[in-house]
């Protein structure tokens, strides 16, 4: 069974640019989230969806993040304009209810120059 | 509000040596408690879990963490390193009803040969 992926790995963009992160949960996992690591400090949840339902979006620093999950299957978290304190980590992870342990991707490492 | 501290940033120890992790809890109710680990290149793992019952819970690669509530504590302990256990190990905890996880800032294991 595959995993949960996440594409890019890197991206490497400039102050003011778009960048757009996808993530792919395990096939049939309804909750998906993403959190995000920044400067070495704790991970910090973003936000959760339940199929293509934003569950809690709590953790969005700002409206500057826009997610989507459209169909409930991939997500992708948008951040636009990027800044530099945007620079970090941004993990996805996936559970089929959300009483389970979640499955991690990768990440994503976003760097803003 | 709940929080999670690894006082420790930074641990080594020797191969074959004894490991200890530390990691205090805040939490109001009973806690779901998580010990991940992150291997370089790859995401979170999860070592174990607790949710009721045994306060002393065995993981995955030999790896065990035994909840105290008097102290808020959830450590994680493993009797012989392999240096194969160089990672940085995150505890984390279950926030609300929908699995929000609320993790401390990692301690980064080195393991001398």
């Known amino acids: 069974e595959a995993g949960v992926t996440q594409f890019p790995s890197h991206s490497v963009i400039e102050k003011g640019q778009t960048v757009t992160l996808r993530c792919d949960p395990i096939?049939?996992?309804?909750?998906l989230y993403w959190y995000r690591r920044v400067m070495g400090k704790e991970i910090k949840f973003l936000l959760h969806?339940?199929?293509?339902?934003?569950?809690?979006e709590s953790g969005m620093p700002n409206n500057r993040f826009l997610a989507e999950r459209t169909g409930g299957t991939y997500s992708t978290l948008k951040v636009q304009p990027a800044e530099l304190e945007d620079s970090g980590v941004y993990f996805c992870a996936s559970s089929p209810n959300s009483h389970n342990e979640q499955f991690f991707g990768p990440g994503t490492r976003l760097t803003v120059l | 509000a709940q929080s999670v501290t690894q006082p420790d940033i930074h641990i080594t120890v020797s191969e074959g040596a004894s490991l200890e992790l530390r990691c205090n809890y805040s939490y109001g109710a009973t806690p779901y408690l998580f010990w991940y680990v992150q291997s370089p290149g790859q995401g979170l793992q999860l070592l174990l879990k607790y949710f009721s019952g045994d306060t002393l819970v065995q993981g995955i690669k030999g790896f065990e963490a035994e909840f105290k509530r008097s102290q808020s504590s959830f450590n994680l302990r493993k009797p012989s390193v392999h240096w194969s256990d160089a990672a940085e190990y995150f505890c984390a905890v279950v926030s609300g009803g929908y699995n929000k996880l609320i993790f401390g800032a990692g301690t980064r294991l080195a393991v001398h040969p």
């Open positions: 969806f339940v199929k293509e339902s934003k569950q809690d």
């Open positions: 096939s049939g996992h309804d909750n």
